[in-house]
């Protein structure tokens, strides 16, 4: 028999892989036969380890998962219904929308109110499914919505179901260099209020190099870290010429996205692709690179299939914080030797020539071109039984795999974010559109108010049925800011 663990993150993995759905916070009921009970037990471990919450026999919902072990193998069904494959495009987009109830209440508000009702929205984000869910949702919202994809980020598939639902789509995986470039500016060129970015390439491209598009902005949404830090800078040079919300950093985006999605979707797509060389993450030492939020969520999740990790950071605080998680804290080339090294930095040149050379295997969390310092001329494709693996390189010279030649592991490796991780990260796009639209900051980036933030969670513990405490009724004694503790007894 294989090892229990073994068989719990492959059960694990498939079950994330054909879904794209998160695990954590997952309702799941792991069952078996006698014999099967050491498998169980490694299932239910790990599943509770990655944030999943194993549940009584008789608990039902359209959530929970149940896990029937059969020896190596296990019957997968959600909801009381076998797992079915999602099909073709057309289905895995209608499949993240049955699982994006966050997104759907913020835009059935935004239809309501008709804040968005005759606007052009760019959407230039990778484009998969959870991606045109939000694309269809500003459109049926009433917004004249238009898509950008980048080559790589592309799933050709879901940009032809896009476009057969009245979405324009520029997307052309085959292009390249100056025609990307030339794409790219075209889509700018069709002219919009609102601009909802990723990586802020198309915003930095638009000050680049045809600024006088920007003119009649409304104003950009960023999604992520490493869009902002470049906004950032331009705008500390003077030369930011519009308003941009920063969705990242509002705590219904970075508390789950960059922590809970990344951790599980890039922890995955590592395991799901080493398997083809038969590793393990648990058989290697890892060093996590970065310890922000994708750093805590990518050790986390490694740390639940039950890998030794170790930590790399550069500022105190962050490098204080992993110690208190439990992790040995030190410098990168001390730790690299033989490891799985994954860099959560979002910083170009974060793994070195060295510890390219130092490293088992390399994979990229963050996500920013040349986090990995590769020498491409060394790279050649693993060969499995005849066939080169897509995604796992070699780096020659220095007995070194590469995971997706240092791209971004979960974004072009695998499907990106768990759908309901994208759920939250979407509803506060859609909160983030409407402050931008009724609120129209100046130029300058912009934090999403808190009571948008708040909205946002609130509206997402209703639609996910988390009960909340009530709160005590307020008293008089509430408003009363003098000191119980020195009352003067005597007056
Ligand atoms: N793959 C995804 O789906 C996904 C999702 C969200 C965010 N991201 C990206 O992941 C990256 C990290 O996101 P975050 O929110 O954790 O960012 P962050 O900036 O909060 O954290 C990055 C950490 O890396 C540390 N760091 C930087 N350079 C280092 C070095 N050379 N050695 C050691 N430590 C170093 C920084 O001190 C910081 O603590 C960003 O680029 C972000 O855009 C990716």
Same mark, same amino acid.
């Given at each position: 028999m294989t090892d229990p663990h073994a068989t719990a993150e492959r059960i694990l993995r498939r079950f994330a892989r054909d879904t794209n759905l998160l695990i954590a916070g997952r309702p799941i009921r792991v069952s078996a036969e006698a014999e099967d009970t050491a498998t169980a037990l490694a299932v239910a471990g790990m599943a509770r380890a990655l944030g999943a919450r194993l549940v009584e026999d008789d608990a039902t919902g359209p959530d929970v998962l149940d896990i029937e072990i059969d020896g190596d193998n296990a019957a997968l069904s959600l909801g009381g219904a076998p797992l079915a494959p999602r099909g073709d495009a057309a289905g895995r987009l209608d499949f993240a929308r049955a699982h994006m109830p966050v997104s759907n209440a913020l835009a059935t508000e935004i239809r309501e109110a008709g804040t968005v009702r005759g606007l052009r929205i760019g959407v230039s984000m990778t484009l998969e499914p959870k991606t045109a869910n939000l694309a269809l949702l500003l459109a049926d919202a009433g917004a004249d919505v238009a898509v950008y994809a980048h080559p790589d980020e592309t799933d050709p598939a879901v940009a032809q179901a896009l476009r057969e639902r009245g979405v324009p789509v520029d997307a052309d995986p085959d292009l390249s260099g100056t025609a990307e470039r030339e794409a790219a500016l075209a889509w700018l060129r069709r =002219?919009?209020?609102v601009v909802v970015d990723d990586g802020s390439h198309l915003v930095r491209l638009a000050h680049e190099a045809a600024p006088e598009l920007i003119e009649g902005w409304i104003g950009v949404t960023e999604e992520t870290t490493s869009g902002l830090t470049p906004l950032r800078a331009l705008h500390a040079a003077g030369l930011l010429r519009t308003p941009v919300v920063a969705v990242n950093d509002a705590a219904t985006k970075t508390g789950f996205d960059n922590r809970y999605g990344t951790g599980q979707s890039c922890v995955l797509a590592i395991a799901d692709l080493i398997e083809h060389v038969d590793a393990t993450v648990r058989d290697l030492p890892v060093l996590v690179i970065g310890y922000g939020p994708v750093g805590v969520g990518v050790a986390a999740h490694l740390t639940a299939l039950g890998a030794h990790v170790s930590v790399a950071e550069i500022d105190p605080l962050r490098a204080l914080l992993a110690t208190h998680d439990g992790y040995e804290v030190g410098r990168a080339e001390d730790l690299a030797h033989g490891a799985l090294v994954v860099s959560c930095t979002g910083v170009a040149g974060t793994v070195t020539r060295e510890l390219l050379e130092l490293a088992g295997i390399v994979a990229v969390a =963050? =996500?920013?071109? =040349?986090?990995v310092d590769l020498d491409e001329s060394s790279l050649q494709p693993v060969v499995v039984a005849g066939a080169p693996v897509p995604h796992l390189d070699v780096d020659v010279e220095r007995g070194t795999l590469v995971l997706d030649r240092g791209g971004c592991i979960n974004v072009t490796a695998a499907e990106g974010n768990p759908i309901e991780i994208m759920d939250l990260s979407f509803a506060t796009q859609l909160a983030a559109i409407r402050s931008l639209v009724e609120e129209r900051p100046g130029i300058g980036v912009h934090a999403l108010p808190d009571d948008a933030v708040g909205h946002v969670a609130a509206t997402a513990a209703h639609v996910r049925g988390v009960a909340l405490d009530a709160a005590p009724a307020s008293s008089a004694a509430d408003a009363d800011w003098r000191s119980r503790r020195y009352r003067d007894i005597d007056a």
């Open positions: =002219g919009f209020d =963050g =996500g920013v071109p =040349g986090e």
